[in-house]
């Protein structure tokens, strides 16, 4: 039978680089308006090539290091949903949830699916972990509103952010794009703020509802 696995130090580290991720999301946007100033600029004859060349340069840090908060916030993000549901499981049966732990890493990845399996998986830990619906089977339990508005924004930051790549071909803007491309990653940028304030809110709640004393079961009762 396992133990109940730690879930808050893995929480704090998955909410700090959520927020990173954030604030590297409007520090790219900025970078992108930096790149339309600059290129209009020189377009005019205000200012010359140089404005562009520091707007590359500051543009390549921007998206660089958000490519690797991304990264980061991702891996520890699902370390802590693994560990979340395994405790999950000792709370509730293992087969009452809709899918299985496979699922907590391969959801994230598997194209299709992905718009739809990483929410079931946050729900049903959500529903088994919390401590007013217990005694209910797991399906029976309600979603709360949070999950639903983390993932909105989450999908809608995801589709932002690919519209955003689509103004690029072989990491250069295509001619013209400019705008678009700085009105798409401030887009993006928006909706990774209501992303991140509602997915460390959902960590936060979680861990909590973990951190309290329940009566455990497991799947070999």
Known sequence: ???????????RAASALIWLVAIANVANAASDWFTYSAIQAYRTRIDSAGAII???????VASASLSLLLLAAGIVFILWTYNARVN?????YAAEHRRSRTWVWLSWFVPFVNFWFPKQVIDDIWRASDP????VPLRQRMQHRLTTQWWTAFVLMWIFERAYLRTYRLGVPISDTFLSTA????LAAAAGIVAAISAVQVVRRITEFQSTPHLVQSSSD
């Open 1 to 11: 039978m396992e133990h109940f696995r730690p879930v808050r130090g893995l929480g």
């Open 54 to 60: 520091t707007a590359e340069r500051i543009n390549l």
């Open 88 to 92: 999950a499981e000792r709370l509730t």
């Open 132 to 135: 007013r619906q217990q005694g």
């Open 183 to 186: 009105i798409f990653s401030s």
